[in-house]
């Protein structure tokens, strides 16, 4: 059985900072990429950040230096730290699973970021 689920979310002002995060099933976790993505209302999905199984991180240029993220091998999590959020990172975050080497995607249900001015 494979489950994907998010935690976390929340309603923050423009500045604050907050902390996300996602377990998932051992079975996938060990050999999978560790992703997040986030959708905006009327907007595409975008990666937000990814993690590989060794621990490298890549993230886009519009949250790079705000956003971090890390796994957690010991407890199949991976966590999402955002700070300096500003109304534009309003979205629902999801977590995903991908694996290789066909980059099957496991999604969780996404958890609602919501940042006031």
């Known amino acids: 059985q494979v489950h994907v689920e998010e935690s976390g979310g929340g309603l923050v002002q423009e500045g604050e900072s907050l902390r996300l ?22 907007k595409q999905r975008e990666m937000v950040a990814t993690i590989s199984t060794g621990g490298v991180a890549d993230y886009p240029e519009s949250v790079k230096g705000r956003f971090t993220i890390s796994r957690d091998n010991t407890k199949y999590a991976v966590y999402l730290e955002m700070k300096n959020l500003k109304p534009d990172d309003t979205a629902v975050y999801y977590c995903a699973v991908s694996i290789s080497p066909d980059d099957y995607f496991y999604w969780g249900q996404g958890t609602q970021v919501a940042v006031s001015s």
């Open 21 to 42: 995060s996602c377990s998932a099933s051992g079975n996938i976790f060990r050999t999978g990429t560790m992703r997040w993505y986030r959708q905006a209302p009327g």
